[in-house]
């Protein structure tokens, strides 16, 4: 089972004027979704604007596995707007200065596809989540991590500040 692009990453989470100008791209596809109502669910995200986003990207990952995602950001008050208001959104994604996304395997075949890639293409594919996430408006982020779990232990992380660039590293259940 492979991986979806990190171009859908980008589309769900992206404005609409990123979704119109890579339509016509043929791995492209636009996932609609409901908002997130005015009280959120905090196992996605620690504010209403993080746990609206993870959901996208969730329900985006899971056109070829099943993750579950969770989104912290701070500062938290970056995040508390309606996120039926696509100005209040890209606004609060604009504001955020940290971000940690978790990202759990929760099916075989998306472990086995995830695992298949190798080392260097597991941080390929994390770096486009981080791309994405600044193409869709995280656009003042200072750091950034990428948290990957999957067979019940913490398998990678790749974390990126401005003073080092990404850093990436296969844990398998390490510290």
């Not at 692009?5 to 791995?27: D, F, I």
């Not at 656009?139 to 500040?161: C, D, F, P």
Request: proline share 3%.
């Amino acid at each position: 089972m492979s991986l979806p692009s990190p171009r859908r990453v980008l589309l769900t989470l992206g404005l609409a004027a990123v979704a119109a100008a890579l339509a016509g791209c043929e791995q492209v596809q636009v996932i609609r979704s409901s908002p997130v109502s005015a009280s959120f669910d905090n196992q996605s995200g620690n504010t209403p604007l993080t746990a609206f986003d993870a959901g996208l990207l969730q329900n985006s990952l899971r056109q070829s596995g099943v993750w579950t995602v969770h989104i912290d950001a701070t500062p938290t008050s970056a995040g508390n707007v309606d996120t039926k208001s696509a100005q209040a959104v890209i606004g609060g994604r604009g504001r955020f200065t940290a971000i940690t996304v978790t990202m759990i395997a929760s099916a075989q075949g998306t472990i086995e596809g995830f695992a298949s890639r190798g080392s260097q293409n597991e941080e390929i594919y994390c770096e486009e989540v981080v791309q994405a996430l600044a193409q869709a408006g995280y656009t003042h982020l200072q750091n950034i991590h990428v948290e990957v779990y999957y067979n019940g232990s913490h398998h990678s992380t790749l974390s990126w500040a401005a003073n080092t660039g990404f850093v990436f590293k296969v844990l398998d259940g390490r510290p």
